[in-house]
Structure formats: structure tokens, C-alpha cells
């Protein structure tokens, strides 16, 4: 019991909120290759709950340490990078042929590419504990959010195929620009 408050531990109550958000991010993976959408997408969100509990629990019992920082980074990516870019391209790029599909490809691959740059690039600059006002750049959760909208807008038919290639390309783009976005 007393590792779950120790700094060092890679078993502490932050890090455990991580593994879950992995766990969901993994389960929602499987649940999109049998094209069950709908509870993949409720797996990502509570992954994104844990997301944000695992932060807070961290700095109210100060257990931020150089594991919790890589292992956030990586379920940031996997839930907030690999899970919506695989949603989308299951459910909605698989209805694309020829150039379009090769586009939304390439578009993918640019997306994951961007998302693992922008965590990178965030665990560099991170210092254990600290906190800014502000992210330089869209957060990977954002962009996961604005990712769902996307989807949503297609599978409402306000959006075709092509135009969410396009979103992909400019959110894509907002994880690394440098735009400001107020840290909660």
C-alpha cells in the first residue's frame, strides 16, 4: 500500500490511473477491428478520464517522477494519437478508393507522425511537477477530441471522406504550431 504514494514507485496511484487509460486505449483498439465503434469510442473517453485524473493525482501527492512523464506520453499516444487515427480509418477511410485512399494513408501516417513529434517534443521540455499556463500547440487529447468531432461529422453525413482528410492534415498540423491553448 505504501508504494502507491512513493515517488519513485512505477506502481504509484498516478502511474496505476496511466495503465488504465493504456488498458482502455488497448481495448479500444481490438473493439475497432471488429468495427464495434460505438464502445470503442466510449473506451477512449474514459481513457481520456483517467488522463486527466492521473495529472491531478500526481501533483496533489507529488509523485511526478521521469517513469510517470514517459508512461503518460505514451498513453497519450496510444489513447489520444493511434486510437482516433485507426477509428478513422477503419470506419471512415476504408470507403475511399484509389487516390483518395492513398491520400487518407499518407494523411494518417503524417497524423501519427505529428502526434509522436509533439509528445516527444513535450517530454524534452517537461520537468517532473511542473505545470505551465499554456501549451504551445494543440495537446494530443485535443486533438483526439477534435479527431471524434470529425468522425461524428462524417457519420452524421454533414461531412464527406475527403474533408475529413482535410481536418486530419490541419489538426495534424495544430499539435506542433504554435498555437497557444490554456492549460485547465
Known sequence: MSTL?????????ANLFT???????????????????????????IGGAFDIFDGKIARKFKLSNEFGIQLDSFADFLSFVLVPVFLIFQAVYTNLEGFWLY?????????????????IQFNINAEAG??????????????AILLWFVYLGY???????QLVVLFMVI???????RVKVPHP
Open 103 to 119: 491520400t487518407a494513408a499518407v494523411v494518417s501516417v503524417y497524423y501519427v507522425i505529428s502526434g509522436l513529434r509533439r509528445l
Open 130 to 143: 511542473e505545470v505551465g499556463k499554456f501549451f504551445v500547440g494543440v495537446p494530443t487529447p485535443l486533438g
Open 19 to 45: 495503465m488504465v487509460n493504456i488498458t482502455c486505449g488497448l481495448a479500444a483498439t481490438y473493439l475497432i477491428t471488429q468495427n464495434n465503434f460505438f464502445f470503442a469510442v466510449i473506451l477512449a473517453w
Open 171 to 177: 489538426i495534424g498540423w495544430l499539435l506542433n504550431s
Open 5 to 13: 504514494f512513493e515517488p519513485k514507485s512505477h506502481f504509484n496511484l
Open 155 to 161: 457519420t452524421y453525413q454533414l461531412l464527406p471522406a
